[in-house]
């Protein structure tokens, strides 16, 4: 075998073993009782008699609090990525169609909102929330999850919209479309891909958020998954049952493997034809 390709061998290989090697961890504490867990029980499989199998899974979900959570997690992040994905696509084609003064400064902005750091708007939205009557509640956590994902979701499909051919809209209205009709099926359909990207982006970043799901919500209500894992404490609180949590940690991971695997070629489509100029 060549020398490269057995380099790219390795390389890939190391490459999954330092990927994949928390994702297995966390599996097989899963699968583990508290007791073995608290032994020190090495390797990644139970040793005999230290395996809980699937109860793990199924004190999770019969836990009144993480089905709770989970339902806070699916409509709040459903919601915040149907409405960034809808607004940002309006506010790309115009910036892409559309020239006026400041279209860069508009651009660079959105970039710069979208890297904010999270931590520092905790506090004034815990006193405007609180004030305003929107504290632990759903409206108080997709607010904060589009000021993030809407300018990330603009700054990517702005960059899919340039890539249209523009005659084809102009073919549309040539032939009796309206403006919003050939924005509609001709302009939407070819950036696709883009959409898409942009939808998957937003609610990753909506479903791992951490941040504003425990500083934001004091109940059940409204409180998110990863939130609502901190929360795992146990009959005895000095010592948590690492075994439940690995358990609701890999339940949690469940609608997002699902969406990759369901969506993968629009996604690798999305990333790359966003990254080539055609």
Do not use: H
């Not at 993480?66 to 309006?90: E, H, Q, W």
């Not at 809209?169 to 050939?182: I, L």
């Not at 795992?232 to 609608?255: H, K």
Request: proline share 5%; net charge positive.
């Amino acid at each position: 075998m060549d020398k490269n390709k057995i380099g790219l061998t390795v390389g890939v290989g190391l490459i999954l073993v330092w990927c994949l090697l928390p994702v297995v961890w966390i599996i097989s504490l899963s699968f583990k009782s508290q007791d073995a867990i608290t032994a020190g029980s090495p390797g990644f499989l139970p040793q005999s008699g230290g395996g809980a199998g699937w109860s793990n899974y199924t004190a999770v979900l019969q836990d009144e609090q993480f089905r709770r959570a989970i339902f806070n997690s699916i409509g709040i992040c459903l919601i915040a990525t149907t409405l960034s994905v809808i607004l940002a696509t309006l506010a790309a084609y115009a910036i892409a169609r559309l020239e006026f003064k400041g279209k860069k400064f508009v651009l660079t902005t959105a970039l710069a909102i979208a890297m904010f750091p999270v931590v520092s708007l905790v506090s004034p939205l815990f006193d405007m929330w609180r004030t305003l009557g929107i504290y632990d509640t759903w409206i108080g956590l997709i607010i904060p999850y589009m000021s993030f994902t809407l300018p990330l979701a603009i700054w990517t499909l702005s960059a899919f919209f340039r890539e249209i051919p523009w005659e084809m809209e102009q073919a549309a209205q040539v032939d009796g479309a309206t403006s919003w009709q050939a924005f509609r099926k001709v302009i939407v359909p070819l950036a696709a891909p883009g959409v898409f990207t942009a939808a998957i982006l937003t609610f990753f970043f909506a479903w791992n958020d951490f941040v504003f799901g425990i500083s934001l919500t004091s109940t059940e209500s409204a409180r998110p998954i990863p939130a609502a894992l901190s929360f795992f404490v146990g009959a005895d609180p000095f010592n948590r049952p690492a075994s439940l949590l690995a358990a609701g940690a890999v339940v949690s991971t469940i609608p997002i493997i699902i969406i990759v695997l369901v969506f993968q070629r629009k996604i690798v489509a999305g990333l790359t034809s966003g990254a080539v100029k055609g």
